[in-house]
C-alpha cells in the first residue's frame, strides 16, 4: 500500500494483522485497499441487505475524487468473522482502486445486525449535536437527490423525504463540511426573505465547490438585504419569490421545483447573468432540453432536466 506518510500517521494503525479467515484480529482504524476489501467481502452473509449499485457509485467517486474521509461508522464483522456492516464502502473500494482509511470493529453480536441503520424510526438529525442540525441533515439530503438526477442523466424526480437511510445521510454530511460552514448564512437568508433554508444551504455548499465561489458573499447579501438589485437580476427573482411565499407548498413536487429554480438563479447570478423570468417546470408543454413526466397517472407533459449548480 502507499499512502503519504503524515495521513498514515493520523491513524492507530497502517495494515491490520489478520486471522486465519483474513479478518482483522482487532478493531481499529486501517487502510483498506481493493485486494483487501475484495477479501473482506467474500466473508459477506447472505442476510446483508441488496446491494445499492448508485451507493456504490456514489462512495467511489468520492475516494477517487480525495473527498473520503475517515469518520465513526465502520465495517463491521461478526464473533464468527462474518461481514455484518459496510458492504457498500467495500465495494467502492474495489471499484475505485484507491486505498482509503477506514475504521473496522471485530467481534459484534450477531444479533446486532438486525438493527444495524434501522434507525428505529428516528431521523437522522436526532443523532447530531451540532448547531443546525436539522437544516444541515436537510441539505445533505437535497444534495445526495441532486447527485442521484445526475446519475440518471439529470432526470428530475420528486423529493421524496425516505429516499435515503440515515446512514448515507451521515456520510453525506462528513463529505460536505461546507454545509456545517454555511448554515448560519442560509439561516440568516431565511429569516430575511423566507428562502428555505435547506434548499438554500443545498445549493450555498455545491456552490462552494463550483466554478465561481466567489460571487456566494454577494448573492448572500443581496437575499439578505434586498439591495443593490434591479430588473432582471436573478437574486431579485428568486427573493420575490420566497417573500411571496410561492414556495411554501410541503408537496414533493414543489420541492423539486424550488430546488430547480434557486440553482438556476445561482448559475446566473454567478454567471452575471440578467433573467426574464425564474421558474423551473415539472409538468408542461414540451421544449427543449426536457424530458417525459414519468409519474402521475396519464400524465402526457414534460419536465426540465435537474441543473448542475454551475
Known sequence: ????????????????ILNENGVPVRSGEYWIDADLASKWLGRNTTKNRKRSAPRVKRYAAAMSEGRWKLTH????FDENDNLIDGQHRLHAVVQSKTVVPMRVDVGADPSTFSVIDTGYGRVASQFMHVSNANIIMGAARIILFAESCRAKGGEASLMYRGNFDNDVIFEAVDQWPELKEYASIATRIYRACGSSST????????ASRGKAPEAIDSFAEKMITGEDMTKGD????L???????????????????????TVKAWNAHAKGERLKF???????????????????????????????VY
Open 234 to 237: 436573478p437574486v431579485l427573482l
Open 1 to 16: 500500500m502507499t499512502a503519504d506518510e503524515s495521513d498514515q500517521n493520523k491513524y492507530s494503525f497502517r495494515v491490520p
Open 239 to 261: 427573493r420575490n419569490r420566497a417573500i411571496a411565499r410561492m414556495d411554501r407548498s410541503l408537496t414533493y413536487r414543489d420541492k423539486t421545483v424550488l430546488y430547480g429554480t
Open 73 to 76: 461508522q465502520s465495517i463491521a
Open 199 to 206: 434548499n438554500m444551504l443545498a445549493v450555498l455548499a455545491q
Open 278 to 308: 425564474l421558474r423551473f417546470t415539472y409538468d408542461g408543454k414540451s421544449t427543449d432540453d426536457m424530458l417525459p413526466v414519468s409519474s402521475g397517472r396519464g400524465s402526457t407533459g414534460m419536465k426540465e432536466k435537474i441543473p448542475e
